[in-house]
């Protein structure tokens, strides 16, 4: 059996992220804080999420079926029932943990490359890939350059569909010398994080059907105090999942680009006068010598 | 006794005018404060560090006036890319023709300007070329720019 801590919960499974049970891990550990004292144990992931759980193991002969039904669950009749410290799920499992995997779907992979170009002209190939990208829907993310040295390097943004097809076309711009290209694949960790989330807000919601039961200042005092707790950590994962699913949707491309030529402006060589004098008035001389 | 007492009077006068010949003679506006005053150059500045240098270079070629303003107007602008803004005839305190020449450049990312006034007094063995330089940063300098002319004018050879 695997037991894995996901915010406030605890994930237990076995092998897969199917048959993955939540427990409070708050009201777990702090079993006997009376009013506070809930639990989740052995209920399934309800919502989108249960959709991914399901598994034909799930249909199993012998199988425990889920407890209840979470949302229809009376408050106080959860805590009513400590919960225990460690999962009270069902029958243990003979074989060892699997890799846990999120149910069939797309997978959800960054995209990120880097590739050196040597081109003819610098300033004209950033330019030409910059309305490229903007014709692909992507942006420009970063851009700098030294027109004394011939280099620049461009950071893309492109839809993740388009990635691929954009590192191709470099090779029109010139010779591409160095390419690298990394995909991360993030399927599970956004499952978790998905998970994590709904466990979180359902925890939220519970405590707050607790806070409207609560009479005494002290239960209120510690709901409140658990729900700003709860909500700080909803916060923290909607945004990991808002980086994520941006990341996901848009990859990421550095482009370097240099070229041999000779820089296209040198800066004027100040030639000193044929007059001493001269050379001895200025705004510069007065400035330095004054 | 008569005959001593010209001949120390006459020394005095020659010492006297010899002393004042060796300073340049040129009084900058009130809001300058005068920090040199030697035989051949001035320096006076404001609080804010506008600058005022007068000096005298020796110009043995006898170049003349036009054709040192014309030098210097080219070295400014071709060689050091300085904007120049006008350029224009004047005259010092004796009546003596000269040529003011203002531009403006960037030095450390401020805008500063100048004005400088040439003016070219003859020598029995060689020329005098008296070079009034005037630069501050843009605010500045057109705050004193009426003032500086104003001295300029006044200036004696």
């Known amino acids: 059996m695997r037991q894995r801590h996901a915010g406030n919960a605890v994930v237990v499974g076995e092998g897969s992220s199917e048959e993955s049970t939540i427990i409070d891990a708050t009201s777990s ?14 209920m399934r992931v309800e919502g989108k999420l249960a959709k991914r759980s399901e598994s034909p193991r799930d249909s199993m002969p012998g199988r425990s079926a889920p407890m209840g039904n979470f949302a229809g669950s009376p408050p106080m009749a959860a805590a009513d029932s400590p919960a225990p410290l460690t999962p009270a799920v069902g029958p243990p499992a003979p074989k060892p943990a699997e890799t846990p995997t999120p149910a069939a779907g797309p997978r959800l992979v960054i995209y990120r490359g880097d590739a050196t170009v040597l081109v003819a002209a610098v300033e004209e190939s950033v330019k030409k890939l910059s309305t490229r990208v903007a014709e692909l829907t992507g942006y420009v993310e970063n851009q700098n350059g030294n027109a004394g040295e011939n280099r620049a390097s461009v ?75 709860l909500t700080d950590e909803i916060e923290g994962m ?25 820089p296209p402006t040198s800066p004027p060589h100040r030639t000193s006068s044929r007059f001493g004098w001269i050379n001895d008035v200025g705004i510069d001389q007065v400035e330095q010598t004054f | 006794m008569r005959i001593q007492r010209r001949s ?31 035989a051949a150059d001035l320096k006076a500045i404001t609080p804010d560090e506008s600058k005022l240098w007068v000096r005298n270079f020796p110009d043995v070629d006898r170049g003349g006036l036009s054709f040192w303003v014309e030098a210097l107007k080219r070295d400014f602008v071709d060689n050091r890319g300085y904007v120049l803004i006008s350029d224009a005839a004047i005259k010092d305190g004796a009546g003596t023709a000269g040529h003011e020449v ?9 805008p500063m300007r100048e004005l400088l006034c040439v003016f070219v007094y003859g020598g029995l063995f060689e020329d005098n070329i008296r070079v009034v330089e005037f630069v501050a940063d843009k605010t500045a300098f057109d705050r004193e720019l009426t003032s500086v002319r104003t001295s300029v004018s006044a200036m004696r050879p």
């Open chain 1, 29 to 42: 550990a702090e079993g006997s804080r009376g009013f506070l004292d809930f639990a989740f144990s052995d």
């Open chain 1, 155 to 229: 950071t893309l943004r492109v839809p993740a569909e388009r990635f691929h097809s954009l590192v191709e076309e470099l090779g029109t711009y010139g010779q591409v010398t160095q390419k690298n290209i990394s995909a991360t694949d993030v399927t599970k960790q956004v499952f978790d994080v998905e998970l994590r989330l709904e466990t979180a807000e359902r925890s939220r919601q519970r405590l707050l059907d607790l806070l409207k039961l609560a009479t005494k200042m002290e239960e209120i005092l510690k709901i409140e105090a658990e729900v700003r707790r």
């Open chain 1, 238 to 262: 909607k945004g990991e999942l808002r980086f994520l699913r941006d990341q996901v949707a848009f990859s990421t491309l550095t482009v370097n680009f240099y070229s041999n030529a000779p």
């Open chain 2, 102 to 110: 203002l531009v403006e450049s960037t030095v450390g990312g401020r």
């Open chain 2, 8 to 38: 120390i009077a006459t020394l005095v006068f020659s010492l006297l005018a010899v002393s004042s010949a060796s300073c340049i003679s040129f009084d900058p506006p009130k809001s300058f404060l005068v920090t040199w005053r030697g």
